[in-house]
């Protein structure tokens, strides 16, 4: 078994893996040693672990994991099982790493395109020779929301309008900022898609992230959604590091 701890910016993730069957998963806001503690206890058969932590805050469960079994902690120096092109590796987000690798897996030999549609929306292309080469970084729906309230005097903060698309003519304060956010990234997100298909023959597009719903139930492309795509491609560099180190 393994141990699989994601923490993003606005949530954490816990998950155990036995072979590719997550067989536990917790959602919090934040994951301490504690809760890693209970993990251990309840599953004595997990023998490693890999943290991702994008908070800079774990040392404790870094430290705990350390001393139990077999750990890595993922940095932009872990080996991964791609070519990575990016002219600044050292500033690439974690979750892009850990998508990139999940996307090789999924799609080996093919060109992928990788969709996290959480605080941001990222997008990150591998190519059909399994090279990572970049891709796009843009607001997601809750920080457009957050940045339109913070940023003027009078806009109200709402909230997100679920599944349905809104109308294309707000007839109030609020549904105008409803089409304003979320039918504008419903397009935004589209065109972004079909300007890599453009570039990419035969591509492959994966979405996840908290809001993949969104986008999974209303763009008309073939995607295949995986919620989970930052966990499993962490599974997977655990797997590249434990076969290495035989």
């Given at each position: 078994?393994?141990?699989?701890?994601?923490?993003?910016?606005?949530?954490?993730?816990?998950?155990?893996?036995?072979?590719?069957?997550?067989?536990?998963?917790?959602?919090?806001?934040?994951?301490?040693?504690s809760?890693v503690?209970?993990?251990?206890?309840?599953?004595?058969?997990?023998?490693?672990?890999?943290?991702?932590?994008?908070?800079?805050?774990?040392?404790?469960?870094?430290?705990?994991?350390?001393?139990r079994?077999?750990?890595?902690?993922?940095?932009?120096?872990?080996?991964?099982?791609?070519?990575?092109?990016?002219?600044?590796?050292?500033?690439?987000?974690?979750?892009?790493?850990?998508?990139?690798?999940?996307?090789?897996?999924?799609f080996?030999?093919?060109?992928?395109?990788?969709?996290?549609?959480?605080?941001?929306?990222t997008?990150?292309?591998?190519?059909?020779?399994?090279?990572?080469?970049?891709?796009?970084?843009?607001?997601?729906i809750k920080?457009?929301?957050?940045?339109?309230?913070?940023?003027?005097?009078?806009?109200?903060?709402?909230?997100?309008?679920?599944?349905?698309?809104?109308?294309?003519?707000?007839?109030?304060?609020?549904?105008?900022?409803?089409?304003?956010?979320?039918?504008?990234?419903l397009?935004?997100?589209?065109?972004?898609?079909?300007e890599?298909?453009?570039?990419?023959?035969?591509l492959?597009?994966?979405?996840?992230?908290?809001?993949?719903?969104?986008?999974?139930?209303?763009?008309?492309?073939?995607?295949?959604?995986?919620?989970?795509?930052?966990?499993?491609?962490?599974?997977?560099?655990?797997?590249?590091?434990?076969?290495?180190?035989?």
């Amino acid at each position: 078994m393994q141990l699989i701890i994601d923490i993003g910016n606005s949530y954490a993730k816990i998950a155990v893996f036995d072979g590719a069957e997550i067989i536990e998963m917790k959602v919090a806001e934040d994951i301490g040693g504690s809760q890693v503690e209970d993990i251990l206890s309840s599953h004595p058969k997990i023998k490693s672990a890999i943290l991702s932590d994008v908070r800079g805050q774990s040392q404790d469960i870094s430290k705990l994991l350390a001393q139990r079994v077999f750990f890595i902690e993922l940095t932009q120096l872990t080996p991964v099982p791609f070519t990575n092109l990016y002219k600044t590796p050292e500033t690439m987000g974690k979750d892009r790493i850990a998508g990139a690798t999940a996307a090789v897996k999924m799609f080996p030999g093919q060109n992928v395109l990788v969709i996290d549609a959480g605080t941001c929306i990222t997008y990150d292309l591998i190519n059909n020779k399994g090279e990572y080469l970049g891709g796009a970084i843009s607001p997601g729906i809750k920080m457009r929301y957050k940045a339109l309230h913070d940023f003027t005097g009078k806009l109200p903060l709402v909230n997100a309008t679920g599944e349905n698309i809104p109308e294309l003519i707000g007839n109030s304060t609020n549904n105008s900022i409803y089409s304003g956010v979320q039918r504008a990234v419903l397009l935004e997100v589209g065109a972004m898609i079909n300007e890599y298909q453009s570039a990419f023959q035969g591509l492959k597009i994966i979405l996840s992230g908290g809001d993949y719903f969104y986008f999974d139930k209303n763009l008309k492309s073939n995607i295949f959604a995986a919620p989970n795509i930052v966990l499993t491609g962490l599974k997977e560099i655990l797997d590249f590091n434990e076969d290495s180190k035989v």
